[in-house]
């Protein structure tokens, strides 16, 4: 089921952003989710340094009621940072999950429990992640996977829901009291950052 799960969101992580038919949505959802640094490191490897960004995910709701916003363990990520080397622009997608068999979470339930916030309009949630991505010495080095020195913008695409079609749609009619119950990937506002080769990094682990 973890591999159903993982598939169906990534399923909906890139097909997030159109409408039927290939049409863009003319107007924004109500979950507006936007992306601040707050912390980095780099680490030195055999080719690639390896940048970390620490990552305040903020979540708003900027809509006109109560929106149910899952919180918990189960989550999955896409990064996309795009740059330019030798003229040529570029993105690379960094996957991250939070994929937690170990810890139980109550989702069917009567209300909404712990694993889910509730945000009244204006309401903000805020959560962190760390994104790891490699960091070429320059444009002729870097491959597929990493980035070039230089400016770059960054993009999250998350998940707000790793569970089954059909039980989303019975506890949004269960919740319906407490707010709407919200199921589709959200994708943050763009956030510029620059990467650079720190040659006194340490060896990564």
């Known amino acids: 089921m973890k591999t159903f799960y993982l598939a169906f969101t990534l399923l909906l992580l890139g097909a997030h952003g159109a409408a039927p038919g290939g049409r863009q949505q003319q107007q924004g959802p109500p979950l507006r989710l936007t992306t601040e640094i707050v912390g ?79 945000l009244a309009p204006g309401g903000v949630y805020e959560t962190e992640m760390v994104v790891g991505v490699g960091v070429a010495a320059g444009a002729a080095e870097r491959g597929a996977n990493s980035i070039a020195p230089g400016e770059h913008t960054l993009r999250v695409v998350a998940s707000s829901w790793y569970e089954s079609k059909k039980l989303a749609e019975e506890l949004r009619g269960r919740w319906q009291g407490s707010g709407l ?23 990564c682990r």
């Not at 990552?55 to 900027?62: I, W």
């Not at 899952?70 to 999950?97: C, D, H, W």
């Open 40 to 118: 980095h490191r780099y680490c030195a490897g055999d080719k690639l340094h390896i940048l970390q960004l620490r990552l305040r995910l903020r979540y708003r709701n900027t809509g006109d009621r109560k929106l149910i916003v899952y919180q918990g363990k189960n989550l999955f990520y896409q990064t996309k940072i795009r740059g330019a080397a030798e003229g040529r622009p570029y993105e690379v997608v960094v996957l991250n999950s939070r994929f937690n068999d170990a810890q139980a979470e109550v989702i069917n339930s009567p209300k909404p429990g712990g694993a889910f916030v509730t």
């Open 181 to 203: 119950l919200w199921v589709e990937p959200v994708v943050s506002e763009p956030l510029t950052f620059t990467a650079a080769r720190d040659e006194q990094a340490p060896r």
